[in-house]
């Protein structure tokens, strides 16, 4: 089993940044891709950005490119997700979840092919 716990989210205005970090303990693996997904109200969870297990492979939503960063250490089991000039329509749960098989399969954007996630953690951005 892997135990992933989101923290960081919290209330900003438009334009600024926020860190989330996921933090994962159990069963935990270098060798897992992990990703970052959210979901606002009544939409469904969608794909935020994800990255290999070494950090050299990186996949982004087109909505957050240029915005967001995703990133790992695997030293502390934690990935981070930098959010820069947030807007309004980036409020949601914001998710991390560890996909154990990428190694054969790549970074995926699918949320189904995700193993393990952690509680989400709540993003909300003021106009």
């Known amino acids: 089993q892997v135990q992933l716990v989101e923290s960081g989210g919290g209330l900003v205005q438009a334009g600024g940044s926020l860190r989330l970090s996921c933090a994962g303990s159990?069963?935990?693996?270098?060798?897992?891709?992990m990703g970052w997904f959210r979901q606002a109200p009544e939409k469904e969870r969608e794909f935020v950005a994800a990255?290999?297990?070494?950090?050299?492979?990186?996949r982004y939503a087109e909505s957050v490119k240029g915005r967001f960063t995703i990133s790992r250490d695997n030293a502390k089991n934690t990935v981070y997700l930098q959010m820069n000039s947030l807007k309004p329509e980036d409020t949601a749960v914001y998710y991390c979840?560890?996909?154990?098989?990428?190694?054969?399969?790549?970074?995926?954007?699918?949320?189904?092919?995700?193993?393990?996630w952690g509680q989400g953690t709540q993003v909300t951005v003021s106009s």
């Open positions: 159990g069963r935990t693996s270098s060798t897992y891709c």
């Open positions: 979840a560890a996909d154990t098989r990428c190694s054969s399969t790549g970074v995926t954007t699918t949320p189904s092919l995700y193993d393990y």
């Open positions: 990255l290999s297990w070494s950090g050299s492979s990186t």
